[in-house]
């Protein structure tokens, strides 16, 4: 079910405050940014061996990244398995009795399908699914 641990997400208050540290301090190479409007996020994704870090800083008072930001401060908001075949996978939890955040697959960042499993039903940590479209088309301002 799951190929690999895709990327791992990463509440942040300001990108641009908490690149030096990855990069800088961690040698993590920077693959780029983008806006996902839908979700009211500024991501950015750092190459961390097999697996990326993905930023998330959020553009109003209003992302769901600002609301956990209030109510946790900054850290580890999810962690994201690559998977084929998302709508399947979905069925399959669903079956298996896993509440979905998503249960239909929606536009990510990089052009990724990804779907959220809610972490009531994932001993409370916020999994994402995320089937890769293509290359992602990520760009540093």
Request: charged fraction near 25%; glycine fraction near 10%.
């Amino acid at each position: 079910m799951v190929n690999k641990v895709d990327h791992i997400g990463v509440a942040v208050q300001s990108i641009r405050e908490a690149l030096p540290f990855y990069e800088k301090t961690l040698g993590l190479s920077f693959i780029g940014e983008e806006v996902v409007e839908t979700q009211q996020v500024k991501v950015a994704f750092l190459q961390a061996g097999e697996t990326k870090i993905e930023l998330l800083e959020p553009l109003s008072s209003d992302s769901p990244i600002q609301k956990f930001l209030d109510k946790k401060g900054e850290g580890i908001h999810h962690v994201a398995f690559g998977v084929t075949s998302i709508k399947e996978r979905i069925a399959q939890l669903k079956t298996e009795g896993i509440r979905m955040i998503d249960e239909q697959p929606r536009k990510g960042a990089a052009g990724a399908n990804i779907a959220f499993m809610h972490p009531a039903s994932t001993k409370g940590v916020l999994y994402e699914l995320c089937e890769k479209q293509t290359k992602g088309g990520l760009a540093r301002d």
